[in-house]
């Protein structure tokens, strides 16, 4: 059974950062794109960052500049550093797989496009 657990989250500052952390069991994270998404209060959920199969990135325009996707050669995890959290940032983070037929591309951000979704993790930015 594929599964995603996300981790990492809690309150920071403006200006402040955390370092997110999506964990996969059941298969290996090296053959798929993953992405990073967010959903605030009364708003849809949006993706922020991907990761494709051969370690290429992807980023929403929101986010661009103060957060890294990355995905290290051990451990089976995927990392979302957030730099310079803003409170525009504050959201429940998940992290899911981009379906198989995308080519691992980071090709959507349709969510209907993603599957294994985790739990979520809540990043609070306030002063």
């Known amino acids: 059974q594929l599964q995603l657990v996300e981790s990492g989250g809690g309150l920071v500052q403006p200006g402040g950062f955390l370092r997110l952390s999506c964990a996969a069991s059941?298969?290996?994270?090296?053959?798929?794109?993953i992405g990073w998404f967010r959903q605030a209060p009364g708003k849809e959920r949006e993706g922020v960052a991907c990761?494709?199969?051969?370690?290429?990135?992807r980023y929403a325009d929101s986010v661009k500049g103060r957060f890294t996707i990355s995905r290290p050669n051990t451990g089976n995890t995927v990392y979302l550093q957030m730099n310079s959290l803003k409170p525009e940032d504050t959201a429940v983070y998940y992290c899911?797989?981009?379906?198989?037929?995308?080519?691992?591309?980071?090709?959507?951000?349709?969510?209907?496009?993603?599957?294994?979704w985790g739990q979520g993790t809540q990043v609070t930015v306030s002063s």
């Open positions: 990761i494709r199969r051969y370690g290429t990135t």
């Open positions: 899911a797989i981009e379906s198989p037929y995308l080519q691992s591309q980071c090709i959507s951000w349709l969510i209907d496009d993603y599957n294994s």
């Open positions: 059941g298969f290996s994270l090296d053959y798929h794109a």
